[in-house]
């Protein structure tokens, strides 16, 4: 492509993503199509030839677009949501451009010390201790393997151990587990340990499990706790899981995936209550900071923990050591580097952390307003406290019933909501956290969502 060239399309895309960041309540959240759909309707083999780029910029908007799932539309709200505002877009375009490897400090100055500053800033803005490392990574799961491997290290086991146990909650992601088992951890010394009726770990069967894996001659070696579980957005006691962890010299690395930058905000700062006596922490920036995919954080108490899980410094990586000079592949897998930090800098300048707090408010206030509205409904119980912006609902109909009413609801492609199961019961996930979602968008999922309890013939109400 020449620069003409490049100007041309260029222009075409922005104008396209323009449009598509205006319009986006008019696309359905979720396509229709059927598995397999794309692969059949695309060539089986590559191009030898160059194919016009206006017909790829074609094919883009009439294959792939229908075909994908909205995240960025304001009712997603499976799973947990998410966004990709202009200015995260403008950076991603522009750090393409620059096409950095962030591997050493000479490889990218810029890109190893923006990561540094903004990381730095945003430590600040959750309150973390001072002199806490940070590395961006792609996803919340890598960071917490790099954590559980770093606990392994540090426990003085640097291979795969019989013995080495690790605790998390029974409401835990299954990155978790995921992460121990590539770690080496055997599947049965994850232990998952009951909740109380807020789905808080309890602590004293936290205790007595590490206790009695002691007296087996097992390793306990790490303990995971969550703030803001992925079920139903509960806040594990971090303070005294590291009170316990202290007494028993395990590692804590806490999940803060999803809830961890309401911290940015002083009225949720006691959210992150305890983690700075913490080993390491994970928050995602591309959950709920307003940054796209894919941007999580892995902070650590002591950067030569990760070093030494993941110092490996071959010949020709070898640089003059300046003290300043950061090479971030010392301190984690990957050795190249996307220039992430670019679209987070773009992100926290381009709203400031004022703003960025009062959206994350916004949305919890509604989140809270919109469980008012479903408690106060006879035929709706809420069925999970109410902390973040995760409302987690049921018709108290059967199981079946609400299966029937997500599945009416998700059809539609006007709104996304999630399943899961609560105490052996079905539940409705409601997430909201997309940059675009207002207060018509909440009124009229919850409106989507009583229509189709009644066309569904599901008012308890009415018949009693
Ligand atoms: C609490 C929590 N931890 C970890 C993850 C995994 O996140 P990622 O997709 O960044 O690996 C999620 C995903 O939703 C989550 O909710």
């Known amino acids: 492509m020449t620069p003409e060239e490049f100007r041309t399309y260029g222009y075409a895309a922005i104008d396209w993503i323009s449009h598509f960041l205006e319009h986006t309540r008019e696309y359905p959240v979720l396509p229709e199509t059927s598995p397999g759909e794309l692969v059949d309707r695309l060539p089986r083999q590559g191009p030898e030839l160059p194919e016009p780029f206006d017909q790829i910029l074609e094919d883009f908007e009439r294959e792939i677009v229908p075909r994908s799932t909205h995240w960025n539309h304001p009712r997603f709200m499976g799973y947990f949501a998410n966004s990709s505002p202009g200015e995260g877009i403008i950076a991603e375009m522009l750090a393409a451009a620059l096409n950095p490897n962030g591997m050493l400090w000479k490889s990218s100055p810029a890109a190893t010390e923006l990561e540094q500053v903004t990381l730095d800033w945003l430590r600040q803005w959750m309150g973390l201790p001072e002199g806490w490392f940070g590395q961006i990574l792609d996803t919340a799961s890598t960071s917490t393997f790099h954590a559980i491997v770093a606990a392994r290290v540090h426990k003085g086991h640097k291979c795969s151990d019989a013995t080495l146990t690790l605790y998390a909650s029974k409401h835990a992601h299954s990155s978790i587990e995921k992460g121990a088992m590539a770690a080496g951890i055997a599947r049965e010394n ?38 803001g579980t992925t079920s139903v957005a509960s806040i594990d006691p971090v303070r005294e899981v590291v009170a316990i962890a202290r007494r028993h010299g395990l590692w804590v690395h806490v999940d803060c995936a999803y809830g961890g930058s309401t911290a940015i905000d002083e009225r949720y700062r006691h959210f992150l209550d305890g983690v700075d006596g913490a080993d390491s922490m994970v928050v995602n920036p591309h959950k709920w900071l307003f940054v796209p995919m894919d941007l999580s954080v892995l902070y650590c108490r002591n950067r030569e923990w990760l070093g030494d899980a993941f110092s490996l410094v071959p010949e020709y990586l070898r640089t003059t050591g300046d003290e300043r000079a950061l090479n971030y592949h010392e301190y984690g897998l990957p050795l190249g580097r996307r220039f992430r930090s670019l679209k987070l800098w773009f992100t926290m300048r381009g709203y400031g952390r004022v703003k960025l707090a009062a959206m994350i408010h916004e949305q919890i206030v509604a989140a809270k307003n919109l469980a ?15 902390h973040f912006s995760l409302v987690v609902f049921r018709h108290r109909r059967s199981d079946e019933f609400n299966q029937s009413l997500l599945d009416a609801v998700n059809e539609t492609g006007e709104a996304l909501l999630s399943p899961n199961v609560l105490a052996g019961r079905k539940v409705i996930r409601l997430a909201i956290g997309n940059i675009q979602t207002n207060a018509a968008d909440l009124a009229a999922v919850w409106a989507l969502v009583q229509e189709k309890a009644s066309e569904l013939g599901g008012s308890i109400s009415r018949e009693g």
């Open 190 to 227: 994850v232990r998952l340990i009951d909740v109380d009726e807020e789905f808080r770990m309890r602590v004293d069967l936290l205790e007595a499990a590490i206790v009695a894996d002691l007296a087996e001659g097992k390793v306990p070696f790490c303990v995971i706790p969550t703030v």
């Open 372 to 386: 008012a509205q479903i408690a106060a409904h006879p035929d709706f119980e809420i069925c999970a406290p109410v």
